[in-house]
């Protein structure tokens, strides 16, 4: 009797168990999703809100933005993880890391794929074209999730142009004006007036652009890895021979690599730079004079110039957890609803004019532009028209650069202007070597990822 | 060699080893081969696609300028560092050795440098001569003399050797002082009474004396200026400017971490495996050598 | 010695005397002046950074170098201690006190760590004979030829596998797998008399006793000076914490000093900066100064 009953209860305790069971499957804990980036504070901050509040408005999927370090930090972590069949649902990468996520076929789930897949709609008819480009296929098809897309503009110190006698609301529109203007500056009492950050991304990425020249072959490697660089043509060796020459003439000062020269200008040591429209934060809070933004200069003397510029920043990319390791649907689906989370109007505006990265869509645009907001907040405009510049159509030489282990490219680029601005070779031998290293570097990427 | 008298016991002392020998086949010998096994491989940065390539990767390594740039660099570090670590040192150590009033004191305040790391020897080396805030960078531009390093590939060389010689005295003063102070006395009276002058004195007996003691410090401080500097470099110059201030194990990681060419990388990690076990061989066998007078 | 020389040489060497004295007092100021002159030029790197972090971020941004202290000094250590430094703006700053707590850790774990292990290999290859004994022992030798920083990538790999990236064990771990504490502490038990091990053996001790009441207690200068090597070796650790840590609660104060350094990030906080250089370095010196007995001699003695 007692062994019946146990019996029963065992069994009823087993069934509830197997019901309840069921149930929380059915329910579904929150599905997990990682996602890894490179943006440090008060970026990162922002960002983990935006993944906040859309964790909060459904309770299918939780993502989980953490901080990896660096963008090349992030990206290593990223590539060890793979190989480690851990690797995060959604990481952060840089625009110049582009091709190398895309020749990784078996590690990324190309966006338009991952859409496909899941059945999740996002429109990119209407988002900013130079953004749209950068991270597509030839064909239109989008590989990843535009997010954090910035461009170069110039920065300047209206305090210094008055008291150079230099209108103070007119940055000047090419070359041969700045360098005009930079000596204007140098006789009022700047010992250096200008200088620039991110050298490559500048003075050789979006010059080529705005200028309509080609980077490298194949439409800047889009076309394919069997792609050579043409920087060393006769108007990239003018304007760097100009900048030489503007150094020695104590016009311009290099600042160093990447970011270094950012604080150049907001410390009074230079009357102008040109840098990332997002440093627009940084000047904001540390400048204490009379700034402005203005679009980058040219030369006129070039047919198609002027231009749009190309974007910089990074963008999402989906990846397979490891190599023949697959994943749920639900973690697709998770990450697809996740980017159309980020696509939703009013998220990505908030994201533009909080950040100063550039509005997602042309009509994100035209809603914060309604509002006034660039009316109170003077030139933050100014990247986004700059990126609209030429009619808003690009061609192949503005519609950004896709060429394997580009990171290494940018420095070997800055290592030879190092040697240049030390006066051990002119523009001809910089553009040269650079040339010849930076093809060694893309027939080795061609090699390494020939399947 | 072995003591005659021993414990029985096979399984104990395995049980005694065996962690430290877990670690070291997880640790080390796993990553080691796996880093000759990489070094023979042509493979994209995610490990997709991987090819054989044999000895490939070691030819284009030693064909290209960049990796011979970084080898003189680091032979011309190493041995600055080396040579005036060494001279500092021995000059110090000479000096202490005599018995004079507070040598107890100086000896302390010689030693603890040994204790800073190399990064923050050079984060403080740069206080120093940070063209915009350093008391040395400052008074050299205002002698008209163009001081910075961030630009100067000759200047951060500098900087980096000084950073690094810097830590690295401590280190040679107490194996130099340790050595003068074991030279039996007897030895040095014997000459003074003869009438050799110190200075006499001291080239020749007392540092062919020393001889050991220097040839060890040699070879540590070579090994320490190929390694352990990476630190100092990497708060400092980044190996730059325009790769000025490129050691080879610096190169190692640039290739590896940041430009993601593991076949180099793993190939210039093996090409420096060999030079550290060469140079560990010599200092071995001479050691040996010197058990015997 | 002076007095046997002047009575055997006489009034010459009365002479020779005077003059050699004169040629001592020259020597001692030489020497004073020469270990003075060292003293100093270790010291000033110190002395500028400590003076400076007792300033105002502005005096120093402003590029004059004080020579003095000035009156910002606790505001400075508890705003490096507590935040990483005043301003909210600077990107990438840690707590000092989460770095410092951090190296700690490590740096004890990493001497304890080898330590131990050492010692316990060390035991097994000199007082037992067993197969492979040899062979062993030469495994752990060949590591001290290659350092860490030769096999960084695939040893990053491994711990990426293990799932051990951003954790105090893939910080200390990988990096006890070395040799030097085991080679000393072999050549130490090597000079234990025989008759210690006859007399354990005759008292009935199995191996274990000897080891925890004979042994131990005799290493113990060697342990001390052991640590003191030691702790450096793993509060100086560089490469492997700035490749494998990214989760800052987790970053040690020797590679978070450097990422202070922005590269542009943000307005370098000097004054910061350098109080923070200043906690970064008290902890290992304090360590050689109080132990300097022990450490010089277990320096001189693991070169044999």
Redesign the interface.
Known sequence: MLRRTLAKGAFALTTAGIVTGRQAIAQGAPVDIQFWHGLTQPLGGMLEQIAADFNNSQQRYRVNATYRGSYAETMVAAIAAFRANNAPNIVQMFEVGTATMMAATRATKPLWELLQQTGVNINFDDVLPAVRGYYSLPDGRMASMPFNSSTAVAFYNKDMFRKADLDPEAFPKTWPAVADAARKLKAAGIATPMTTSWPTWLMVEQFSAIHDLPLATKGNGFGGLDAELTINNPLMVRHMQNLIDWQKEGLFRYGGRDNAADGLLPSGECAFTFASSGTRARILKEAKFDWGTAMLPYYDDVPKAPLNSIIGGASLWSMNKGSGVGRSEAEWRGVAEFFAWLAKPDVAAKWHTDTGYLPLTRSGYEQVKASGFYKQNVGADVPIEQILRGGGVLTENSRGIRLGGFPEIRNIIQEEMERAFQGQQDAKALLENATRRGNVVLRNFERANRT | ???????K??L???L??L???V??S??????????IW?SLL????????RNFVGLENFAEVIADP?WRGAAENTVLFAFSVAILALA?AL??AV??D?A?RGSEL?K?????????????????????FHP????IG?ALNAAQVAWDY????GQAMLLVIIASA?KQ???NF??FL?GLQSIPKAVL?AASIDGAR?VRRFWTIVFPLLSPTSF?LLTVNL?YAF??T??VI??LTQG????ATETL?YK??VD????????A??AQ?VI??LI??AV?AVQFRFIERKVHY | MAESLTKERGVAGDFTLRASRARQRRGHWMTHGVLLLGVVIFALPIWITLVGSTHDVNTIGRGEVPLWFGNHAVQNYIAAWTRGGEAVRNTRAVPAGTMLWNSAVMATLIAVGKIAISLLSAYAVVFFSFPGRMAFFWMIFITLMLPVEVRIIPTFQVVVDLHLTDSMAGLVIPVIASATATLLFRQFFLTIPDEYVEAAKIDGAGPLRFFWDVVLPLSRTNIAALFVILFIYGWNQYLWPLLIITDTRLETIVVGLSKMIGRGDAQNEWNAIMATAILALLPPVAVVVLMQRWFVKGLTETEK
């Open positions: 060699m072995r003591k005659s008298v021993i414990f016991g096979k104990l002392p395995l005694l080893m962690p430290q020998l670690i070291t997880i640790f080390f010998f796993w990553p080691a081969g796996q880093a990489s042509r493979e994209d940065a995610f490990g997709l696609n960049t500092a000059l110090l000096q202490a005599k004079i100086y302390t305040l010689l030693i603890w440098p040994y204790a800073v790391a190399p990064a923050i020897a050079a984060v403080l080396w740069l206080f120093l915009q805030i350093g008391l400052r961030r630009l100067n590939g810097w005295v401590s280190y107490i194996f340790a009276e110190p060890f090994v390694f352990d990476f630190g990497h708060a730059g400017p325009a790769k194990i190692v990681y590896g971490v940041e430009n993601l060419n593991l076949g990388s793993a990690s420096l495996m550290v076990v560990t």
